[in-house]
T-cell receptor, first 117, second 113 residues
Framework: GAVVSQHPSRVICKSGTSVKIECRSLDFQATTMFWYRQFPKKSLMLMATSNEGSKATYEQGVEKDKFLINHASLTLSTLTVTSAHPEDSSFYIC?????????????FGSGTQLSVL | DQQVKQNSPSLSVQEGRISILNCDYTNSMFDYFLWYKKYPAEGPTFLISISSIKDKNEDGRFTVFLNKSAKHLSLHIVPSQPGDSAVYFCAARSPFGNEKLTFGTGTRLTIIP
């Protein structure tokens, strides 16, 4: 099946630094990628939808200047957590959609555990 | 506001028996429902889905049932196998906007050999 690669899997950083997370679709072109965040014992919460070549669409309550999303190519989207603070510590996961109208063709990365000290 | 709820955080089932995972939702506009399975250190993978116009969909050992009047869906796994031990997420799709998915909190299924 299709593979989505997400890096890094784990990152620990100091408060105030920025962290970039990459999401790549390895064997298909993903016109749309999604970024989720998950707190312990909570559900995956959609943060933003990233469309190749256009600005990301952010969900209500998600700061677009805090969480910068770039989808520069059909196989790569990046999420940058700017000036990270301890409350940004969370599990971040991306997904990529292969077919516009079929959600089962939604492939997930393995996630990134961010810990901000 | 949790629109998709999985009220059982964990479930243990004997190997060979039936596993039933439940999911409730509040938004009647959801038009498509999916189940994903997640192993540790891996991303969720698609398992089975059902359209809101159906009440049952079967794929091998996996069957999903949808009760629209009760806003409830369930995933049945029979017979349960040790490899089924994982976290299961249900998700619901909105027909509007970018057809985004709303996920439940997940149920950790453990199959006891």
């Amino acid at each position: 099946g299709a593979v989505v690669s997400q890096h890094p899997s784990r990152v620990i950083c100091k408060s105030g630094t920025s962290v970039k997370i990459e999401c790549r679709s390895l064997d298909f072109q993903a016109t749309t990628m999604f970024w989720y965040r998950q707190f312990p014992k909570k559900s995956l919460m959609l943060m933003a939808t990233s469309n190749e070549g256009s600005k990301a669409t952010y969900e209500q309550g998600v700061e677009k200047d805090k969480f910068l999303i770039n989808h520069a190519s059909l196989t790569l989207s990046t999420l940058t957590v700017t000036s990270a603070h301890p409350e940004d510590s969370s599990f971040y996961i991306c997904s990529a959609r292969e077919d516009r109208h079929r959600n089962e063709k939604l492939f997930f990365g393995s996630g990134t555990q961010l810990s901000v000290l | 506001d949790q629109q998709v709820k999985q009220n059982s955080p964990s479930l243990s089932v004997q190997e060979g028996r039936i596993s039933i995972l439940n999911c409730d939702y509040t938004n009647s506009m959801f038009d498509y429902f999916l189940w994903y399975k997640k192993y540790p250190a891996e991303g969720p993978t698609f398992l089975i889905s059902i359209s809101s116009i159906k009440d049952k969909n079967e794929d091998g050992r996996f069957t999903v049932f949808l009760n629209k009047s009760a806003k409830h869906l369930s995933l049945h796994i029979v017979p349960s196998q040790p490899g089924d031990s994982a976290v299961y997420f249900c998700a619901a799709r909105s027909p509007f906007g970018n057809e985004k998915l709303t996920f439940g909190t997940g149920t950790r299924l453990t199959i006891i050999p």
